[in-house]
């Protein structure tokens, strides 16, 4: 069982930047590949990003490629989301997830939801205009 716990969301303008983190608790969670989704008001969650186990390879929303970048530290048990510049439209709650699968999943499934067993609570990050 692995705890995630998302920080370092907040209230910015647009073309700002905001990092947020999330901790797992699991002592295997190099073993995880980690997303990131959001979720909008009266909208459903969307994937953003993920991020394989070693960090080697990463995969984006085309929404926010080219602006968001996810990482990890494996050694500090946290995956990392980096957004630069930032849009209205990104304003969400963003959960960090683990997909807890030891084999290779097909990038056609990096975006569903039930691909991720454990999920954080997230955390707010509103963009004013």
């Known amino acids: 069982q692995a705890q995630l716990v998302e920080s370092g969301g907040g209230l910015v303008q647009a073309g700002d930047s905001l990092r947020l983190s999330c901790a797992a608790s699991?002592?295997?969670?190099?073993?995880?590949?980690m997303g990131w989704f959001r979720q909008a008001p009266g909208k459903e969650r969307e994937f953003v990003a993920r991020i394989s186990r070693s960090g080697g390879e990463t995969y984006y929303a085309d929404s926010v490629k080219g602006r968001f970048t996810i990482s990890r530290d494996n050694a500090k048990n946290t995956v990392y989301l980096q957004m630069n510049s930032l849009k209205p439209e990104d304003t969400a709650v963003y959960y960090c997830?683990?997909?807890?699968?030891?084999?290779?999943?097909?990038?056609?499934?990096?975006?569903?939801?039930?691909?991720?067993?454990?999920w954080g609570q997230g955390t707010q990050v509103t963009v004013s205009s």
């Open positions: 997830a683990a997909d807890t699968f030891r084999g290779n999943r097909g990038s056609s499934d990096f975006g569903h939801l039930g691909s991720y067993s454990y």
């Open positions: 699991a002592r295997t969670f190099s073993t995880y590949s």
